[in-house]
């Protein structure tokens, strides 16, 4: 029993102690059995001294981190059980060999940094033990893990251009809380030709902070040139980081924020789209922001260069703007209200709620449309100025005129619908409003009434009308009076132009087309005009270039052009079609076939035109006065077509050819730039014609002078051959580049007005030229197309009109002629490419002692300086085309040459002579009868002399006797001769007693010939 009992009470001492003295076995043991480490987690360790908690001696965790991310893992020593150190170590793909190893002291907490570059998740395995001491090796701790993914520029933080990131922070040591965040990367896509600025403005003193810009090529980043201040060159007094830089193309831009100093860096991110000013000292310089409206958030912001160091930065609403700039140009201004004003300023900003306090009473935009369909808008418009006068502080008092840089931008942070309640009245032409127009918005505009606004109805003029009208808008809640201001509808009558070409030396002919030509019609406001041309009240066409073909007779045309508002200017012209004369040609020339076969034709064809376009109006205005810019081209082409026509004759056809066929085209220009000046006021449009400068030579001879900057302005002062080419072909091309960038307009026009006797400079008149400067950018090419062709014409024999020359040959009879005259028609057009711009730049404040008043419509980022392509366009800004005929020089007649025959037959007889003679009478004189009579004779006398030596060579061995005559031969052949003598002298005797015959004429043509054309 002793025994029983002694084995009874060691099994129970060892089932109280093994669980003390032996290790535990738990599920985290190693890595297979590892915990997952989402967020945070708390766990007990010990080993190998451990009280009644028992033995853990590994705890292992596994910490999968994502890709381009930082996981900071932190192990806080609890010391809740005994004073214990622990030991912490991090494996990847090695557990037997840890990437880092650390320890952590009882009640301290330390961590370590996981990173992630790679493009795939990645685990850590952490393990957690005790290092064995004097006393119990037990605690508790708390394990947790923060995880940073805008660390790599690949997990970079998107924002918008024009934010303003909340407060963020940089640390690489003595962090608060131990949270580590070495580096931040945010990500921005920017459109092309965009002035930006970056600006990380420290909040914390005495840190230091850095940032820098990388640029997106082809998937990775490129360093590229910005500038750069403040950061650590800057020194620990400089809290702002500040870059600027100009996009060429649109791209996606990488930002890394960074400190190389301990402890945290808070600050806060901006990327600003704006726009850079130099402001002189004893000067300012503002930019508008028209675009917002009641209840938006704006953020307005002002980064300027480090030195100098005394420009303040305002805002104003428009009310307060005006008195401010009359306060600074001459004292008379009280004094405005401020929304911002910052002395001396670095980076300076201010963000708030637009509201009716802040902008004041409204105008309406614009105050001026000429479109049916405007939207008229009331948003309040802020001024941000940059101000170096004494306004507020004085500028340093040295002996040099300092200039100071400094980028302005306003972004618009969140937006905010306000209902408001419009009224729409229209001034009737005796002075009364009526009210035509009404509703609720809450966009800050109106759209117009059905139908569109009208522009006819408060004053009507020759050539201009207007309706003036009146806009009140109250706040929907309050009923506060938000505007009451006005606006006009304005329009300008078109201007009819047309030009007819085609002539036959300055009359038009039966059967050669018409050309009307009415492209050069323009509208002093751009409108698309209708186009209607009336030919003795029926309506011809609606085109504005045709050509039609009009048989003999007078006409009266009547051409129409009409604007979109139905304003109508009309031409009328009264022309005559003639047939087709022959007495006009230079020369008369008479072929005779088949002896002459070749006659020269010579063509010489002018054909003048005229190419305008319509001006083009800025989008500025200024002392009530607008600017529109045209262009005249005057054009002529001589084209000279000359050609051998051979003639061939066979059985009594003729056929034609054209053979060293030369054409020669001359190409003379002359081009102009008008400069259109309009009176707001009156809205009388006065035209200033000047040759159009270049800046190269077009054409030899060329006149120019000095013009600013320019040592040579050549001026187009005279209609001047540009091009000259002969070829065999009638269609040739010429090309002219016109360009001159940045000139001075006033300056040229004045030269003008010195050099060319008469000329005027109008600009002068309005009193500015000493106050702004207005350049103009030419990039213009004249593409001159010409094209002919010779259309050839004969009168058939018994015929009285001309017809086309046929293919097949012409039946000329012997007692018949024909007729025949050829003319060519040169086809010119021009096309213009290219643009004109211009700019108003503006000497401030000088400007503002002319009395220059608030710009129509406001532009965003003035920069002291507007700018407008007035003329720019993909295809021709400008096209015309013209016709022309011309006659040939040389109007031949062509007959058969009669005294041509075919050969006589062998043994002919004297009566076949005799007929041939009577027949030729016919169209021959008496004397052309004898003189044919007398040479059949001799060839008849001739063939028998043929014949005699051709019996002479008969064989020798022919009987001679046979050669001798006897008595009776003698007395037969004298017989013989006796007789003929005698029936010839009866023959003779009989034709003198009859009168002679006329010679057989023709048949002429209706039309008379001109002396010496007659046979």
Not at 205 to 231: C, M, P
Not at 345 to 354: E, G, H, N, P, Y
Not at 733 to 741: K, L, N, Q, W
Not at 904 to 912: A, H
Request: aromatic fraction near 10%.
């Amino acid at each position: 029993m002793k025994t029983k009992a002694s084995i009874l009470v060691i099994l129970l001492i060892l089932t109280t102690t093994l669980p003390v003295l032996l290790p535990s076995v738990f599920a985290d043991d190693d890595s297979n059995t590892a915990t997952i480490l989402i967020d945070s987690s708390t766990g007990y360790i010990c080993s190998p001294d451990c009280g009644p908690e028992g033995i853990d001696e590994f705890d292992w965790y596994r910490v999968a981190v994502q890709p381009y991310t930082i996981s900071q893992v932190f192990v806080e020593n609890l010391d809740d059980i005994a004073s214990v150190t622990m030991r912490v170590s991090v494996y990847t793909n090695d557990m037997q060999n840890p990437e880092h190893q650390f320890e952590i002291d009882a009640d301290d907490n330390e961590s370590v940094l996981l990173n992630n570059s790679m493009n795939a998740p990645m685990d850590f395995f952490v393990e957690i033990t005790t290092i064995d001491g004097w006393g119990d090796d037990g605690s508790n701790y708390v394990i947790s893990r923060t995880d940073e993914s805008d660390n790599f520029w690949q997990v970079a933080t998107p924002i918008q251009p024009g934010s303003f990131l909340p407060e963020g922070f940089v640390c690489i040591s003595d962090c608060q809380d131990g949270v580590i965040d070495g580096e931040d990367w945010y990500e921005v896509v920017i459109d092309a030709d965009q002035q930006i600025a970056v600006v990380a403005e420290e909040l914390s003193w005495w840190t230091l902070l850095d940032f820098e810009i990388f640029k997106l090529v082809d998937g990775n980043i490129q360093s590229f040139a910005y500038e750069y201040h403040g950061g650590s060159a800057g020194g620990l007094q400089d809290y702002s980081v500040r870059a600027w830089f100009n996009t060429t193309e649109a791209s996606t831009y990488l930002i890394r924020v960074h400190t190389s100093e301990s402890d945290n860096v808070r600050f806060n991110l901006s990327v600003s789209i704006g726009t850079w000013v130099d402001v002189v000292e004893d000067d300012f310089h503002w930019v508008s922001f028209p675009n917002v409206k009641f209840g938006d958030e704006i953020r307005v912001q002002a980064v300027r260069t480090d030195t100098p160091n005394d420009l303040d930065v305002l805002m104003f609403n428009a009310d307060a703007f005006e008195e401010y700039r009359l306060g600074v140009a001459d004292g008379s201004g009280s004094s405005p209200n401020e929304l911002l004003a910052e002395e001396d300023c670095l980076v300076c900003s201010i963000q708030f709620t637009v509201t009716p306090e802040d902008s004041g009473l409204l105008h309406v935009k614009p105050t001026t449309t000429h479109d049916a369909q405007q939207e008229i808008s009331w948003s309040p418009t802020l001024f941000l100025v940059a101000d170096y006068t004494d306004y507020r502080s004085n500028p340093p008092a040295n002996d040099q005129v300092d200039t100071a840089s400094i980028f302005l931008s306003i972004s618009v942070l969140e937006s905010q619908s306000i209902s408001e309640n419009y009224q729409v009245f229209q001034e009737e032409v005796n002075g009364e409003w009526t009210l035509v127009h009404s509703g609720t918005t809450s966009i800050g505009t109106l759209q117009p009434p059905t139908g569109g606004w009208v522009s006819d109805v408060t004053e009507i003029d020759d050539g201009f009308t207007k309706t003036v009208y009146k806009v009140e808008v109250r706040d929907d809640l309050s009923n506060q009076l938000l505007t009451v201001s006005t606006f006009e509808v304005t329009n300008l009558v078109p201007v009819a132009k047309m030009q007819l070409s085609g002539d036959v030396g300055g009359s038009f002919r039966q059967g050669l087309p018409v050309v009307f030509d009415g492209t050069t019609s323009w509208d002093g406001d751009n409108d698309v005009l209708s186009y209607s041309w009336m030919l003795d009240g029926v309506e011809l066409s609606t085109e504005p270039l045709f050509e039609a073909e009009f048989v003999e007779g007078d006409y009266l045309l009547e051409f129409e052009v009409e604007d979109e508002f139905g304003a109508q200017s009309r031409l009328t012209q009264a022309f005559s079609v003639d047939s087709i004369s022959l007495d006009g040609f230079n020369q008369n020339v008479n072929i005779t076939v088949p002896d002459e076969t070749v006659a020269t034709i010579t063509t010489v064809n002018v054909n003048m035109q005229e190419t305008s376009i319509a001006p083009s109006w800025t989008d500025f205005e200024f002392i009530s006065t607008g600017i529109g810019i045209g262009i005249n081209v005057e054009s002529r082409i001589t084209q000279t077509t000359q050609y051998d026509l051979v003639l061939t004759y066979i059985d009594n056809q003729t056929s034609f050819s054209k053979v060293n066929l030369t054409v020669t085209t001359e190409t003379a220009l002359k081009m102009n730039l008008a400069v259109f000046i309009r009176d707001l006021d009156t809205n009388n449009v006065t035209i200033y014609d000047m040759p159009m400068p270049s800046e190269g030579q077009i054409y030899e001879g060329q006149p120019w002078f000095p013009v600013g900057l320019f040592d040579r302005v050549y001026y187009w002062g005279d209609l001047a051959v540009i091009d000259t080419t002969t070829s065999t072909n009638s269609t040739n091309t010429v090309s002219v580049d016109v360009e001159i960038p940045a000139l001075d307009l006033m300056d040229y026009i004045t030269n003008i007005a010195s050099n060319i006797p008469g000329s005027q400079v109008p600009l002068l008149v309005l009193g500015i030229a000493v106050d702004y400067n207005l350049y103009i950018d030419i990039d213009l090419q004249v593409d001159v197309h010409n094209d002919g062709d010779t259309i050839e014409m004969v009168v058939q024999t018994n015929a009285s009109t001309p017809e086309l020359l046929p293919d097949t040959p012409v039946d000329l009879q012997p007692d018949g002629s024909i007729q025949y005259f050829s003319y060519s028609d040169t086809e010119s057009s021009i096309e213009i490419f290219g643009s004109i711009g211009l700019r108003l730049r503006i000497a401030q404040p000088a400007w503002l002692t002319t009395g220059l008043g608030f710009i129509v419509e406001d532009p965003m980022f003035l920069e002291g300086e507007w700018e407008a392509k007035l003329v720019n366009s993909s295809g021709p800004i400008g096209i015309s085309s013209s016709m022309a005929y011309s006659l040939s020089d040389q109007l031949l007649t062509i007959a058969v040459n009669q005294t041509v025959e075919e050969p006589i037959e062998e043994n002919e007889t004297e009566n076949n002579a005799e007929d041939t003679n009577s027949t030729e009478t016919n169209g021959t004189t008496d004397e052309n009868s004898l003189n044919n009579t007398t040479e059949n004779q001799g060839n008849a006398t001739q063939d028998t002399q043929g014949d005699t030596g051709t019996s002479s060579e008969q064989p020798m061995d022919t009987n001679t006797s046979s050669e001798a005559f006897n008595p009776l031969d003698y007395a037969l052949y004298g017989g013989i001769v006796a007789v003929v003598f005698l029936l010839l002298l009866a023959f003779g005797l009989l034709r003198r007693k009859k009168p002679p015959k006329s010679p057989q004429q023709p048949n002429q043509p209706s039309w008379e010939f001109n002396q010496g054309n007659s046979w």
